[in-house]
């Protein structure tokens, strides 16, 4: 398994949760890489992403000012401090990593993806 995201859980509206993704790819400094979730009966939607050195992030405009993406290069790990959940944060949220070019706000942009963490977000 090359990535492994944790930290999911049941948590009450506007509590907290960090996700993290462990990475066993040989050259994870060099990868894009990127969080999207998935609830059910829906798409996979952007959540945010950050670039290789971790001085540029990008977020979906639902969670821009609660969500926070960091990155441990040395540790090879990647961390989403999700704060101020909400019920529609609810969903199956997948770390992926982005090789190459293309729109990193498209799941089709990233080629490794990880099996996924359960954020369920009650009110």
């Known amino acids: 398994v090359q990535l492994q995201a944790s930290g999911g859980g049941l948590v009450q509206a506007g509590g907290s949760l960090r996700l993290s993704c462990a990475a066993s790819?040989?050259?994870?400094?060099?990868?894009?890489m990127g969080w999207f979730r998935q609830a059910p009966g829906k798409g996979r939607e952007f959540v945010a992403h950050?670039?290789?050195?971790?001085?540029?992030?990008y977020y979906a405009d639902s969670v821009k000012g609660r969500f926070t993406l960091s990155r441990d290069n040395r540790k090879k790990n990647l961390y989403l401090e999700m704060n101020d959940l909400k019920p529609e944060d609810t969903a199956v949220y997948y770390c992926?990593?982005?090789?190459?070019?293309?729109?990193?706000?498209?799941?089709?942009?990233?080629?490794?993806w990880g099996q996924g963490t359960l954020v369920t977000v009650s009110s």
């Open positions: 950050i670039n290789w050195s971790g001085t540029t992030t």
């Open positions: 992926a990593a982005k090789e190459y070019s293309g729109d990193l706000f498209l799941a089709s942009a990233y080629n490794r």
């Open positions: 790819l040989r050259t994870f400094e060099t990868y894009g």
